[in-house]
C-alpha cells in the first residue's frame, strides 16, 4: 500500500508458504476466492494456484470471479472449481463494449459455455452491471434468454454508483423489471438508496 500500485505477481513459493502457515497454524478455511483489483486469469498459471490450494485444502471451496475474457479450456482445464462468476455487463458487444473497453462480448459468452462444460456440477453466475446503457427491457429480456440458452445457475443484475449509473429502477414510478427467467436474482449496491424497493420483481 505504501508504495502504490503496480503489476504483482503471486509466485507458487509464495502461496505455498502462506498455505503450510495456515495449517501450521491450525486455521480452518471455508473458501477461497480468486478475485481482487486485477484479472486471476491473467496469471500465466492459474490453474497451478488452484491446484497448490486444492493440495492443502481439499475440503475448501474454491471461488473465481472473472471478467470472462479468456479461453476457459486453455486456463481452466484440469482445475477444481465449486463457483463461477462471469462479469458480462451486457446483452451484445455496443452495450457491453461501454464499460468493458478493449473486451470482447462473444468471449465473454463461449467463457460461459465453455465454463458450463468444465464445471456441470460448479455453480456458475454471470453478473451483470447494470448502467444507463445496459438497462432497456430490450437489453435485459435478451441477458435472461442467454442466460437460459447457457444454463447458468443464476444471472445477477446488480446496480452500482459507478460509471453512467442506470436510474431507470430508482423511481417510485418506475416500470417493473421485464422478469422473464426463474435464473435472476436482483442485487443493491448498499450506496444506492433505495434500490431494493422499487425493483423486487414482478413475474410478468
Known sequence: LREGRYSLLLTQEILRNFLEGLIREAYDVDIFEFCGQGEPLSHPDFAGLCNLINEFFPQAKTLLVTNANFDAVKKLQGCRLDEIIASCDGSDQLGYGQYRING??????????????????????????????????????????????????????????????????????????????????LKTHPYVRNMLAVTTPTKL
Open 104 to 185: 470482447s462480448f462473444e468471449q465473454c459468452i463461449e467463457f460461459i459455455r465453455d465454463a458450463r462444460a468444465l464445471f456441470p456440477k460448479a455453480v456458475l453466475r454471470w453478473k451483470y452491471i447494470l448502467f444507463k446503457h445496459n438497462d432497456s427491457d430490450i437489453d435485459l429480456i435478451r441477458a435472461q434468454e442467454l442466460a437460459e440458452q447457457l444454463n447458468v445457475d443464476n444471472l445477477l443484475f446488480i446496480s452500482t454508483q459507478y460509471g453512467p449509473i442506470s436510474e431507470r429502477f430508482l423511481k417510485p414510478d418506475a416500470d417493473p423489471f421485464p422478469w422473464r427467467s426463474s435464473k435472476v436474482t
